[in-house]
C-alpha cells in the first residue's frame, strides 16, 4: 500500500453546524470554510447518550456502546451505589490506535476520551479529561513529557456557576473565556510539536473548547444571550467567546499544513449542541408518585443515626441511596446521564441487593408498564420524552445488559437533574423551571463531519452518518483491513473515483481486546476524587 497515505482526525468536541454555519458566514473561521468547501460534509450521529466518553469511544472503536461498554462518565451501579468513573481500562472493544498500530502505522491520539491510563502504542498517545490534575503518567512514552511543557493543563475546571444575573458575572465570564483561550493556544502548540517529533500515519486530536463555550455561552452566540443578561455583557462575551473559534479555525488550518497535502482531513463532533430545556423532569418524583418508588417512612431518624457514627462508617452509610430510599419496596430509580438523558433501573432480584422485581415476566411487565407511563407523560399538556426505549432497542452487544433497563431522551424543552434522587424526592412536583450551573446551551445528538483532501469529491452537503462509521472509513484511507463487527460501513463514496479504485475495502475476522472492562484505573482515592472535582465543575456530578 502507498506511504502517503496518511489521515488526520480533529475533534472539535460538541461542534454543531448550528453555529459553525454562522461563524463562517462571518468570516470567522476561513480554513473551516475552505475544507468544507473543497469536499464534503453533514450531520453526524452521536451515540445514546449524546455524551462525550461514550461518542469518542465508538469513534475510536467503529462499535456501539452495547459492544465498547463506555455508556457515560460512570460505570453501571453496582447494587445502588453510583458506578465509579470510566477510564481506558472501560473500553472492550480494540480502538484504532491498537488496530492501526499493530498493522505497523504510526498513530498518535491526543486528548481523545477515554485515555487515562495511556496505553503503549506505537507512536505516542496523550491523556484525556479524565486523569487526575496534576498527574505524571498522562503521555506515552514518557521521554514525550518535556514536550508538553511545564504549565501542561487537559482541562480547565469552569467556574462553580455562571448566571447572568449574578453581579460578578461578567468578570468571572471573561475570565474562563481568557483561560479558555490560553488552554486552546497551548494545545496548538503541544500538537504541533509532537507532529514533527513523531510524524503520524494516523493523528487524532481532540480540542474541548466548543463543549466548554457552548454549555454557557450558547445563548450569547445563536440569539440574544441568557434571560436577565445585560445586551452589552453579552455582546462583549459573543465577542471574547468568538475569539476562541477563530482560534480554533487556525489551529485547524496549522495542523492541516503540518500533516502535509496528501494528508487527508477529517473535522469530527462527538455530539452536537442546541439551546438548553426550559423544565426540569423529576423522575425520581414522578416515580414515587405512582408508587413505583419509595422514601422511607423513617429517613429523619435514619439521617440522625447514621450522622452519628464514627467518621469512616459514616462517610459509607450517609448516602441519600442509604437513608432515603426504601429499597424492599421500591420497584424502579432513575439516574442521568447528560441534560437530557437517563437511565431507568429496575430493583430486580438477584441483581440489587434488596431487589424485589422477579426476573422474567414480572420484570418484562413492570418495564412495559413504566415505559408506556414515561411516553405518556405530559407537562403542562406537552409531552416529555422523544424516547422511551429498553435498552435492547438502543444497543446492540454483549454489554447491554450492564446498561439501564429504559433509557429516556427528552424533548428539546425538557432536562434531567444530575444525581437527582434527594433533591427530587424532596421536591413537591414532577416539574421544575430548569436551572443548571447557568448553563444556556446542552448537548444533542447531531454532530459534524468533514471530509477534505487528494482523495476527498468535493461533493458538498451530504447524509447523516453515524458516528461508529468513522473507525471503518479511517482504516480504509489508510489501506488497511476493517475487522468485523464494526457498525457501519466505511464512508468510501467520498472518495474521488480515483481514489476510490485504490481503495478496495477488505475485511477481517476481529480480534478481543487483550484487556478490557478492568476495574480501578486510579492509583489513589485522592485521584478518584480529583476527577470528580473536575466534572463536578463541568456540571457532569453533583
Ligand atoms: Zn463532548
Not at 448537548?443 to 473507525?471: C, D, F, M, V
Not at 485504490?502 to 481486546?513: C, E, H
Request: proline share 8%.
Amino acid at each position: 500500500m502507498s506511504a502517503t497515505r496518511r489521515v488526520t482526525v480533529i475533534g472539535l468536541d460538541g461542534a454543531t453546524f448550528n453555529l459553525l454555519d454562522r461563524l463562517r458566514a462571518a468570516g470567522d473561521m476561513p480554513e473551516l470554510d475552505r475544507l468544507m468547501r473543497a469536499g464534503c460534509h453533514g450531520e453526524l450521529r452521536s451515540t445514546f447518550p449524546p455524551l462525550t466518553p461514550p461518542a469518542w469511544s465508538s469513534f475510536m472503536t467503529g462499535k456501539n456502546p452495547g459492544k465498547h461498554g463506555v455508556v457515560s462518565f460512570r460505570r453501571p451501579p453496582i447494587g445502588y451505589r453510583t458506578g465509579d468513573f470510566i477510564s481506558a481500562k472501560s473500553l472492550r472493544a480494540r480502538t484504532l490506535w491498537e488496530i492501526v498500530g499493530e498493522a505497523g502505522l504510526r498513530v498518535g491520539a491526543i486528548n481523545v476520551v477515554p485515555s487515562y491510563p495511556v496505553q503503549p502504542v506505537n507512536g505516542f498517545m496523550v491523556a484525556c479529561m479524565l486523569s487526575p490534575p496534576g498527574a505524571q503518567d498522562i503521555i506515552y512514552p514518557r521521554e514525550f513529557r518535556p514536550l508538553l511543557g511545564d504549565d501542561y493543563v487537559i482541562s480547565l475546571e469552569p467556574p462553580k456557576q455562571l448566571v447572568a444575573t449574578d453581579p460578578d458575572y461578567r468578570t468571572q465570564a471573561l475570565d474562563y473565556l481568557g483561560r479558555l483561550r490560553r488552554l486552546g493556544l497551548s494545545r496548538r502548540e503541544v500538537a504541533l510539536r509532537l507532529m514533527e517529533k513523531s510524524p503520524c500515519d494516523l493523528l487524532a486530536l481532540i480540542l474541548y473548547e466548543p463543549d466548554r463555550v457552548q454549555h454557557f455561552f450558547w445563548k450569547h452566540l445563536v440569539g440574544s444571550g441568557p434571560e436577565g443578561g445585560d445586551a452589552a455583557v453579552v455582546a462583549e462575551l459573543a465577542e471574547a467567546a468568538r475569539a476562541i473559534y477563530r482560534d480554533l479555525d487556525q489551529t485547524i488550518g496549522a495542523i492541516v499544513r503540518a500533516a502535509g497535502p496528501d494528508a487527508t482531513t477529517l473535522i469530527i463532533s462527538d455530539h452536537g449542541f442546541g439551546d438548553a430545556p426550559d423544565r426540569f423532569v423529576y423522575v425520581n418524583r414522578w416515580l414515587a408518585d405512582r408508587g413505583w418508588l419509595h422514601v422511607h417512612r423513617t429517613w429523619r431518624l435514619r439521617l440522625s443515626a447514621v450522622r452519628r457514627l464514627p467518621d469512616r462508617l459514616r462517610k459509607r452509610l450517609d448516602t441519600v441511596e442509604n437513608i432515603f430510599v426504601d429499597w424492599s419496596r421500591t420497584v424502579a430509580w432513575c439516574d442521568a446521564m447528560e441534560t437530557r438523558s437517563a437511565g431507568l433501573w429496575l430493583n430486580v432480584k438477584g441483581r440489587q441487593t434488596e431487589g424485589c422485581v422477579e426476573p422474567g415476566a414480572e420484570y418484562e411487565r413492570l418495564r412495559d408498564e413504566i415505559r408506556a407511563a414515561l411516553a405518556d407523560l405530559r407537562d403542562d399538556g406537552r409531552p416529555v420524552f422523544d424516547v422511551v426505549a429498553r435498552r435492547e432497542d438502543v444497543y446492540e452487544g454483549p454489554v447491554t445488559e450492564q446498561a439501564p433497563d429504559l433509557l429516556l431522551y427528552c424533548k428539546p424543552s425538557h432536562g434531567l437533574r444530575f444525581n437527582g434522587l434527594r433533591p427530587e424526592l424532596r421536591a413537591r412536583a414532577p416539574f421544575a423551571r430548569f436551572v443548571e450551573y447557568g448553563f444556556t446551551g446542552a448537548h444533542q445528538p447531531s454532530g459534524i463531519y468533514i471530509a477534505a483532501g487528494p482523495s476527498i469529491a468535493p461533493l458538498g452537503r451530504r447524509e447523516t452518518k453515524p458516528i461508529e462509521a468513522l473507525a471503518p472509513t479511517i482504516l480504509a484511507l489508510l489501506g488497511l483491513p476493517i475487522p468485523d463487527g464494526m457498525d457501519a460501513p466505511p464512508m468510501i463514496e467520498f472518495l474521488t473515483p480515483e481514489a476510490r479504485e485504490a481503495t478496495p475495502v477488505r475485511y477481517v475476522a476481529d480480534t478481543a481486546r487483550a484487556e478490557g472492562g478492568d476495574e480501578g484505573a486510579y492509583e489513589s482515592e485522592q485521584d478518584r476524587e480529583q476527577v470528580e472535582a473536575r466534572l463536578r465543575a463541568l456540571g457532569y456530578v453533583e
